[in-house]
């Protein structure tokens, strides 16, 4: 039986893979600031966890997600259309036994929610300033007319939507910087985004369509041109690990309060059964993060909250569905961790369903990006010939398992890494380039016909004055002429 290209089940064993990482060393400290985990402890730990992070994210609870697809960009004018159809979400919902209803109300929350509660004031919906000053906001939360969507059933994956160079999100969150002399918190939230991006780009790599064998495969060059040329970026995966792990451990105490399952007492209690089971793994003895060492001063403490937030309202900017999707669920993932790690623990009770949701959705795709991470590294030692490491990692049984089809690639390029092989790869490029151009020109009457049936759909519903015409209807128009 032939397995799947990329086997992804328990790599990261017990043992510690030693020695190099991506230029790395693995038993260094991820942050000689705040932080007293070495590389090699997270694998560890990864290894121990990733198996029930990934069920866990399986049940009903935590892969039910409220989402807006109304897009409401607070910063700029811009419409929900992206050209490639991996953009799309699949809206059907499945699920055994789930109650839809519980979204809109109080029961699932961890405590009784009030009008004055820590949550609603932190994360308000009717509040839509740019830069909000003096107020306790974190995150920017607006789905109470959202639609439940069922996220296992849209992964994270390269889906072809690149942004235009004006409407670069990652660009414009880089330079919402901190200001004033605050090195350690600007050090914090520059890692925090920087890890966050490079945990996104580490799973479009290894999530990458290869249209010549219609598989989703790894991709070790995109990975490395994203992420693995870059130690910092990988060092800042591993630091928003640790902040998240903290974050798990400080709420943990209130998790048992909370109802994953009303309808259904056992699946309730096999789901806080395999909290418990993740948490027991978490090393409660070490320092994980330390977050008494930031935030002495109040005026820099609600910057950094305004800066965040900000964050979280650039992702309704993002014109992939799919992607502002996922981006709007790890940023509040990352929000969600920040307030549990900065905010008194009196208001801890007061998370809601999305942020609790979005919380350990984003601690599972950390896991995933650690987990990816070490198999990228991997495969980057049988390309570049390195027995050693091959050996090393094929010894401690934690080497990723690849199908027939995959390795046979694999083998291919390490043949083309030849003189004689690279001009060919190249000649190969400029054939496949300018097949692709003179297809272009014998579509592009074709093309011209369909954007001008979008232009003439969506000028006439302005016409007759379809205020009723949305964002959504005229991308799901232009996907369906394209198709």
């Known amino acids: 039986m032939k397995l799947k290209y990329y086997h992804l089940i328990s790599f ?21 600031d705040c932080c007293d985990l070495t590389y090699s402890q997270i694998n560890n730990l990864n290894g121990k966890i990733r198996s029930n992070v990934h069920e866990l994210v399986q049940q009903d609870y935590f892969k039910h997600y409220q989402f807006n697809l109304d897009m409401k960009c607070p910063f700029f004018e811009c419409q929900s259309i992206c050209f490639s159809p991996g953009c799309q979400l699949d809206l059907d919902v499945h699920s055994d036994d789930y109650n839809y209803d519980l979204e809109n109300g109080n029961s699932g929350n961890l405590g009784d929610l009030s009008e004055d509660s820590f949550l609603d004031s932190l994360c308000p919906s009717n509040n839509k300033n740019i ?6 906001e974190w995150c920017d939360i607006d789905e109470k007319d959202g639609v439940i969507v069922d996220i296992s059933r849209n992964p994270e994956r390269f889906t072809g939507y690149v942004p ?11 330079q919402n910087q901190l200001e004033g002399e605050c090195d350690i918190e600007q050090k914090v939230f520059y890692q925090v985004i920087s890890g966050f991006h490079s945990s996104v780009s580490t799973h479009l790599s290894n999530e990458y369509y290869n249209n010549i064998t219609n598989t989703w495969e790894p991709n070790l060059d995109l990975f490395n041109f994203k992420v693995g040329n870059f130690p910092e970026r990988i060092s800042n995966i591993y630091f928003n690990y640790a902040l998240v792990v903290r ?3 400080k709420i943990s105490p209130y998790l048992n309060e909370l109802k994953f399952n009303t309808l259904n007492p056992e699946k309730d209690h096999l789901i806080k059964s395999k909290v418990n089971e993740i948490v027991d793994e978490l090393p409660h003895d070490l320092s994980v993060f330390n977050e008494d060492l930031m935030f002495k001063n109040h005026e820099i403490k609600e910057e950094f909250k305004s800066k965040f937030k900000n964050v979280t309202r650039l992702m309704d900017c993002v014109t992939c569905d799919r992607c502002r999707l996922w981006g709007k669920i790890q940023s509040t993932g990352y929000a969600t961790a920040l307030k549990i790690l900065f905010e008194s623990p009196k208001h801890l009770k007061n998370l809601k369903k999305n942020e609790v949701k979005s ?11 650690i987990e990816s991470i070490n198999n990228f590294n991997y495969l980057k030692a049988l390309k570049e010939g390195d027995e050693q490491t091959v050996a090393q990692i094929e010894h401690e049984n934690t080497a990723p398992t690849l199908d027939d089809d995959f390795e046979e690639k694999l083998e291919q390029d390490l043949k083309n890494d030849t003189l004689r092989g690279r001009f060919d790869q190249e000649m190969n490029e400029v054939y496949g380039a300018l097949k692709f151009i003179f297809h272009s020109y014998i579509n592009l009457p074709h093309n011209l016909k369909h954007i001008a049936l979008y232009k003439m759909n969506q000028w006439w519903n302005l016409f007759i004055g379809n205020n009723a015409y949305s964002h959504e209807e005229q991308a799901e128009y232009l996907h369906s002429i394209l198709l």
């Open 12 to 32: 990261l064993l017990p043992n510690v893979i030693a020695g190099s990482l991506f230029d790395l060393n693995s038993d260094s400290l991820i942050s000689k």
């Open 131 to 136: 830069a909000p000053q003096d107020d306790d």
């Open 164 to 174: 235009t160079p004006e409407r670069n999100i990652w660009g414009m969150i880089y």
């Open 247 to 249: 974050a798990l451990l």
């Open 359 to 369: 919380l350990f959705n984003t601690f599972d795709r950390l896991t995933k990006s």
